[in-house]
């Protein structure tokens, strides 16, 4: 296949060009040029999603993959230009789904609503555009030529957000470990690799639909992160109480990576059905394997990176300090 991806130098969109490349299909990409991922041998087009889509051309692509845009009018200049590419897959979100109720997925759930007033760029409103952004999608290309995934949280190496690295990081770390809420608490998160290779397999199978792609749910749990991560390390992992740290002002997995505030109720962002996805081929690698790989390439990044989640050494000794005098 000749395949565009749009994006494909940060995290899904780097795993998808190696992915591609691997599997003998050729790949272009199409970026800001602020990000140099690798010397792969891609054709690069430089331009903005924001309407300048002019360098890219508009025939002969057997694929395209849209990991990078968020709003719809992204989507939508995307789309017009590139119509006539034989199928165009959209990276949405479980964002999509109305997260309130105990389960969600494969379509059997509400969505989210749109917020009144909102407007493109509003990160409060981020799921329900995700979801008028595949209707774009669907609207140009037919449902015959439009495959939509809705990852969960996808974790591994080259992860940018830290909302797992952080764990990875901390227990290599080792000494007294602040984790929220309890170890039985159940998690749910997929590897940027496993998500990559099942839409490329997608692609060749000339599969078409939506499918929700994350971990299995209820098989993973908080506990076994922190023993996955710990392993090797001189650590004792405090289990700190939910509504106790939503008292000093914690409230989601920017402040703990992985947690949900209790008071927000939403049990179904951890909760997410995947059968579709399951019965169509993906597949999930082990725990022990995305935190190995994930650590190995921390190994390889700057001890003073910024870090975008997560808590300060100096803030977890006073929160554990307070909450075990």
């Known amino acids: 296949m000749n395949v565009l991806v749009l994006g494909g130098t940060l995290f899904l969109g780097r795993h998808l060009v190696r992915e591609l490349l691997e599997r003998g299909h050729r790949v272009s990409i199409f970026t800001r040029g602020r990000t140099v991922a690798s010397e792969a041998p891609v054709t690069r087009y430089t331009g903005d999603r924001d309407g300048d889509l002019h ?5 002969g692509w057997d694929a395209v993959i849209d990991t990078s845009a968020h709003w719809p009018s992204w989507v ?17 979100s479980i964002s999509v789904y109305d997260s309130r109720g105990p389960e969600i997925g494969d379509g059997r759930c509400a969505f989210t609503e749109m917020p009144a007033n909102a407007r493109e760029g509003d990160m409060d409103a981020y799921g329900a555009y ?65 998500v990559a290779r099942f839409a490329v397999r997608l692609l060749e199978d000339e599969r078409t639909g939506t499918y929700d792609v994350t971990g299995r749910p209820r098989t993973t749990t908080i506990g076994d992160v922190l023993r996955a991560c710990t392993s090797g390390a001189e650590a004792e992992v405090v289990w700190v109480d939910g509504e106790w740290l939503e008292a000093r002002g914690f409230e989601g997995w920017q402040d703990m990576p992985l947690w949900i505030a209790p008071s927000l109720e939403l049990h179904g962002f951890m909760n997410v059905r995947i059968d579709r ?9 082990p725990l022990t394997e995305t935190v190995e790989a994930t650590r190995t ?29």
Do not use: M, N
């Open 55 to 59: 360098a890219v051309p508009r025939d």
């Open 130 to 194: 995700k979801l008028r952004s595949e209707d774009v999608v669907r609207a140009v290309f037919g449902p015959e030529r439009t495959i939509v995934l809705r990852p969960g949280l996808i974790v591994g190496p080259h992860d940018p957000t830290d909302r797992f690295t952080y764990w990875v990081e901390r227990g290599s770390a080792g000494g007294d470990i602040l984790a929220p809420g309890a170890p039985e608490d159940d998690v749910q998160f997929v590897d940027a690799r496993d």
């Open 297 to 325: 390439w921390l190994r390889e990044e700057p001890i003073d990176r910024d870090r975008v989640a997560g808590i300060s050494r100096e803030r977890e000794t006073d929160l554990l300090r307070l909450y075990r005098p």
């Open 277 to 285: 996805a399951l019965e169509d081929g993906l597949t999930l690698r």
């Open 76 to 92: 939508a200049a995307s789309c017009a230009h590139l119509a006539r590419a034989k199928r165009y897959l959209y990276v949405s």
